[in-house]
């Protein structure tokens, strides 16, 4: 069984859409699961191992492309762990007295730079994580089908910027209209 992943949907804004899925190889058949989040189990596609082809990591590494005859699955790398290490001060009462307050706007970029590191070690794991099922589906998958174009992943650079840029404006879009009802 491969490490966890999760099918990326396309434009969905910032990750939005993202749905569990677990690869698996039993007698020559590759089988793609999506895993529900409350559990619940759903056979995306299952077939010989020889009909997959053409794996390659994402533009980032944080994801991969696997093709099944003409389609293309895209998947991202996904971190087990939910603990981020940082400390919840939600609960706290920074807001009760003045030092408390001035306390914890002091402490804010001890818990900016532990978000970050957090981040940091998040990434590590979804890459190898995409690494490992690389190196697992490499040698048993087999050659591109005659007529399939593959097309490699997209570049990152001034088009991730340009989709990001485009994300962003709708959700604020969508922010403003429902802030105006």
């Keep these: 069984m491969a490490p966890p992943l999760r099918w990326a949907r396309r ?3 910032l990750g939005i859409g993202r749905r ?8 020559g058949m590759l089988s793609i699961v999506r895993v529900g989040p409350l559990g619940g189990e759903r ?4 077939a010989p191992v020889a009909q997959f082809h053409s794996p390659a990591p ?3 590494g944080r994801g991969l492309h696997l093709w099944h005859g003409t389609r293309v699955f895209r998947f ?8 981020s290490g940082t400390t919840d001060i939600s609960g706290s009462s920074a807001g009760d007295d003045p030092v408390s307050a001035v306390l ?3 402490a804010f970029p001890l818990h900016l730079f532990a978000a970050l590191a957090a981040h940091r070690e998040k990434v590590a794991e979804e890459r190898r994580h995409v690494a490992v099922t690389l190196r697992w589906l490499e040698p048993v998958v087999g050659p591109p089908w005659p007529g399939v174009a593959v097309r490699p992943p997209l570049p990152g650079g001034w088009l991730t910027a340009g989709r990001w ?3 962003l404006t709708v959700l604020s879009a ?3 209209g429902i802030a105006l009802l």
């Design 11 to 13: 434009f969905t804004p």
């Design 20 to 27: 569990g899925v677990r690869l698996e190889m039993s007698g």
């Design 43 to 46: 056979l995306v596609v299952s």
């Design 58 to 60: 994402s533009r980032n």
């Design 76 to 83: 991202v790398g996904h971190a087990d762990s939910d603990d």
């Design 104 to 106: 914890a706007v002091l």
């Design 165 to 167: 840029t485009v994300r």
């Design 174 to 176: 969508l922010g403003v």
